[in-house]
């Protein structure tokens, strides 16, 4: 079976500083990783994507996630918070060919401070 | 250029009414996805399609029914809404399958009274 946590329900950063979105999952097969953003209102969007290539996967908008297959973690960063990443983000683990054990963390509400 | 559509984009119905939510979608897809997101539980998969024809359940799908006669459609049925069905439902596709980048509908906010 397969879970995946994300450690904080809500974060909240200043504009400008770096931005830690915490992700660990268990999953009994080699998985692949995802990182999805919602704006309010509307559809979730793909961040990056982890399916056992590089390590560290960089994605879009500055965003980055490390996969440390030792601690079993996905943590999302990105250097300098901007106004516009305010969101909902979700972690997501698929073990490899099981589309239907897909599963979401719960989400991280992200706040950016002025 | 529409994308992936979904609609109604609002629906207010009654406990025990059939209700049917439309997912239509331009790249011809082959997979595609229904979810629900309700607070504190993320996202969850509902039901997949990996073709015409072919469709699967995923980790919720009781009380839901799906079809897929064309690649480009993905309709999703609440034969008889309960209230515990009250949730906003999210239909997604991906070229290759679940590893692969999905792309996702607007939503379909459904009330259940």
């Known amino acids: 079976a397969q879970s995946v946590t994300q450690l904080d329900s809500h974060v909240s950063v200043s504009e400008g500083t770096p931005v830690l979105l915490r992700c660990n999952y268990s999953?009994?097969?080699?998985?692949?990783l995802f990182w999805y953003v919602q704006h309010p209102n509307k559809g979730l969007q793909l961040l990056l994507k982890?399916?056992?290539?590089?390590?560290l996967v960089k994605g879009i908008n500055g965003f980055e996630a490390e996969f440390k297959k030792s601690e079993t973690s996905f943590h999302l960063t990105k250097p300098s918070a901007h106004m516009s990443d305010a969101a909902e983000y979700f972690c997501?683990?698929?073990?490899?060919?099981?589309?239907?054990?897909?599963?979401f963390g719960s989400g991280t509400q992200l706040t950016v401070l002025p | 250029d529409a994308g992936i559509t979904q609609s109604p984009r609002y629906k207010i119905t009654e406990t025990g009414r059939q209700v049917t939510l439309m997912c239509h979608q331009t790249?011809?897809?082959?997979?595609m996805f229904w979810y629900r997101q309700d607070l504190g539980h993320g996202l969850r998969l509902i039901y997949y399609?990996?073709?015409?024809?072919?469709?699967d359940k995923g980790e919720v799908p009781d009380g839901y029914v799906v079809s897929r006669s064309k690649t480009e459609n993905f309709p999703l049925t609440l034969e008889s809404a309960t209230r515990s069905q009250t949730s906003v439902y999210f239909c997604?596709?991906?070229?290759?399958?679940?590893?692969?980048?999905?792309?996702f509908g607007p939503g379909t906010r459904l009330t259940v009274l």
């Open positions: 982890y399916t056992s290539a590089a390590t």
């Open positions: 997604a596709s991906s070229h290759q399958g679940s590893e692969d980048t999905q792309y």
């Open positions: 997501v683990v698929i073990p490899s060919g099981s589309a239907r054990q897909l599963t």
């Open positions: 790249w011809s897809h082959s997979y």
């Open positions: 399609s990996a073709a015409a024809d072919i469709t």
């Open positions: 999953s009994s097969y080699s998985p692949s």
